[in-house]
């Protein structure tokens, strides 16, 4: 089944948020200011994303969901029981990768 | 004389369920209007929102991407203009179908519904052209979506027709009520992201703040400099806070009223419903609970 930008948008969203959530379970200044750097860097591809989407289907944009959802699931454990930060920031990390990925894809 | 009576009977029955059925039409069209000038009352509101939010993204110590202006990038919105100009033909062409739909309830004459059904045709057939179709497919869908409905309703002659009128646009109501709550839902995800990145931008600035306040040797009126501007990014970070939660109450409650919306056009349908039904009754509730919970934005 084709993916569409929305959906895309729906996941990288649902990671931002959270990103979010699992920032209010850190005190320390240096993993706050770490996840906040992915927050930054994840919405800047958010919006850029935000900016070209469509409804419609487009080609190749099936891998980053699954890949976006894996990442998902990953830190939704995290946010019941926060147990890295360096793994939240290196699962949020490869996120903003694929996001980059994606906008660069429907440009 | 039996046969007499009967017809007699038969036509006072057809004449009262269509009375009742325009009732229950012009029930519907006082909350269709409702929600239609509520999601437009809203999205306008919430349009300096996304300004603001919009200003408080900018960040210049990001690398440009090769070969792309920096401010291309930061000031791009091609698809808030065609979000904008989607809410505006989708709210505008509900609130035109409900007004229609009112006149034909009471006008009791059939030169007036003719009128109005024409009138209704053109207009929609505006607001359709307003829509850019080369730039988005979902502008295209709308557009479709608006014609279709503008000539369900064009040439109408006698308002008997309308029970038959309003099923021919059920699918297109659905899509207008879609692509109206879709808009304004993803208007709210913007937000919340945004919301969320400007935190942590307020976050990083007040550390740097304090780090500049504590180490930089700063005589006393720079350091009250400082400390008024990092007071500033508090006072703009619980703005945001407090900002949130009206909106998303609204949000909730526009999806709780399309749903409902939809259900009552479904409803007046059937022949013979009452302007009582439980369906306009739900619709009516919500609508007005959608404009008290707008009018807590202001």
């Known amino acids: 089944m084709s993916t569409t930008t929305e959906e895309i948008l729906d996941q990288i969203s649902t990671l931002i948020l959270d990103l979010g959530s699992l920032r209010e379970q850190v005190s320390d200044a240096t993993d706050r200011a770490a996840i906040n750097n992915q927050i930054t860097a994840l919405t800047k591809w958010w919006r850029k994303i935000d900016d070209l989407r469509a409804s419609e289907p487009k080609p190749g944009l099936a891998e980053a969901k699954t890949a976006l959802e894996g990442i998902v699931v990953d830190l939704k454990k995290e946010k019941k029981k926060l147990e890295s930060v360096a793994k939240v920031i290196y699962r949020a990390a490869q996120a903003i990768a694929i996001a980059e990925k994606v906008a660069k894809l429907v440009v | ?298």
């Not at chain 2, 509520?38 to 300096?48: H, I, Q, R, S, V």
């Not at chain 2, 931008?201 to 930089?216: G, W």
Request: charged residues 25%; neutral net charge.
């Open chain 2, 1 to 298: 004389m039996f046969k007499k009576e009967m017809v007699i009977a038969l036509f006072l029955i057809a004449t009262l369920s269509g009375c009742a059925n325009l009732d229950a039409v012009g029930k519907f069209a006082d909350s269709a209007q409702l929600l239609s000038s509520a999601a437009d009352d809203f999205y306008n509101t919430e349009l300096a929102t996304d300004r603001k939010l919009a200003g408080l993204s900018v960040d210049l110590a990001s690398p440009a991407q090769p070969g792309e202006s920096a401010w291309i990038e930061a000031a791009t919105g091609k698809n808030l203009l065609s979000e904008a100009r989607r809410n505006k033909a989708a709210v505008a062409s509900l609130g035109q179908y409900a007004n229609t739909l009112k006149q034909i309830a009471i006008f009791d004459n059939d030169k007036a519904v003719e009128d109005s059904s024409q009138r209704f045709s053109r207009n929609l057939s505006e607001l359709a052209n307003i829509l850019d179709s080369k730039i988005n497919p979902d502008e295209v869908a709308l557009a479709k979506a608006i014609n279709s409905l503008a000539s369900i309703y064009s040439g109408i002659k006698v308002r008997d027709v309308i029970l038959e009128k309003t099923q021919s646009a059920q699918p297109h109501v659905e899509k207008i009520i879609d692509t109206l709550v879709a808009d304004i839902k993803r208007q709210q995800q913007r937000f919340n992201v945004s919301r969320l990145a400007a935190s942590a931008k307020r976050e990083t600035q007040f550390n740097a703040l304090k780090h500049d306040f504590n180490n930089a040797g700063l005589i006393e009126s720079q350091k009250l400099l400082i400390e008024t501007t990092a007071g500033k990014l508090v006072e703009d970070e619980l703005a945001d806070l407090l900002a949130e939660q009206p909106a998303q109450v609204f949000l909730s409650q526009l999806k709780k009223t399309a749903v409902s919306c939809l259900a009552a056009h479904k409803a007046i349908q059937t022949t013979g419903i009452k302007e009582d039904a439980k369906e306009l009754a739900a619709f009516a509730e919500d609508a007005r609970q959608l404009v008290s919970s707008v009018r807590k934005l202001h």
